[in-house]
């Protein structure tokens, strides 16, 4: 079946660090990939998707590219700050489960100022 | 503004009792999932609904049960056959379509004694 499976955490930074949380996958076909990301006490919030390889998604100065050879989907920031510390899941769903999603265990990040 | 809203925020039960978790989402979304989340795990799928009056298991459905009697609600009852309860309860919306992001609620954090 589907699964994502993202780094271990947590990791800490400093503040203005460079950020990289891996994901890769399995899945059958063509997924298309998300990230979310879960701020203290609240649900999961939409922060990028990207729908085809080679796609990059990218939102407040996070990025991710949808790498079909490696079946990778690696998150990035150059700069992080304080308010980025949250929960990060990485996330996949397939054509044939309309949109329900697969989800990664999760990579706790706290940013230190 | 449009969103869903799970209620209570917390909630305390005694082993052996039914108790059942409130989803309501005024999106007009289609689609209605029921995820659970607990530490290390990232989030494993309870239920899920496409449409009204239509409902379908999820990975972990053992010990639950749900309605879809009307499109804006998706109530979760977390029975005393649940060997595990106590965890941290997510309902989220979506149109349904395939690529749809999610959208989620604050959650329900249960703890069952």
């Known amino acids: 079946g589907d699964s994502v499976t993202q780094m271990e955490g947590p990791v800490t930074l400093s503040e203005e660090a460079f950020l990289t949380i891996n994901c890769t996958y399995t899945?059958?076909?063509?997924?298309?990939l998300f990230w979310y990301v879960q701020y203290p006490g609240e649900g999961l919030q939409l922060l990028l998707k990207?729908?085809?390889?080679?796609d990059k998604g990218s939102n407040k100065g996070f990025e991710a590219t949808y790498r079909k050879e490696t079946t990778s989907f690696h998150l990035e920031k150059g700069s992080v700050q304080v308010s980025d510390s949250a929960v990060y899941f990485c996330?996949?769903?397939?054509?044939?489960?309309?949109?329900?999603?697969?989800f990664g265990e999760g990579t706790q990040l706290t940013v230190n100022p | 503004d449009g969103g869903i809203t799970q209620s209570p925020k917390y909630l305390f039960r005694k082993e052996g009792q039914n108790v059942t978790l409130s989803c309501e989402q005024n999106?007009?979304?289609?689609?209605m999932y029921w995820y659970r989340q607990d530490p290390g795990q990232g989030l494993r799928l309870i239920y899920y609904?496409?449409?009204?009056?239509?409902?379908q298991k999820g990975d972990i459905a053992e010990g639950y049960s749900v309605s879809r009697e009307k499109k804006e609600s998706f109530p979760l009852t977390v029975t005393s056959a649940q060997k595990n309860p106590t965890a941290f309860y997510l309902c989220?919306?979506?149109?349904?379509?395939?690529?749809?992001?999610?959208?989620f609620g604050n959650g329900t954090r249960l703890t069952v004694t």
């Open positions: 989220a919306s979506s149109p349904g379509l395939y690529n749809s992001p999610l959208h």
């Open positions: 899945a059958t076909g063509y997924p298309s």
């Open positions: 990207a729908t085809k390889a080679d």
């Open positions: 996330a996949l769903t397939r054509e044939t489960s309309g949109s329900r999603l697969t």
């Open positions: 999106l007009n979304h289609d689609a």
């Open positions: 609904s496409q449409i009204v009056n239509d409902f």
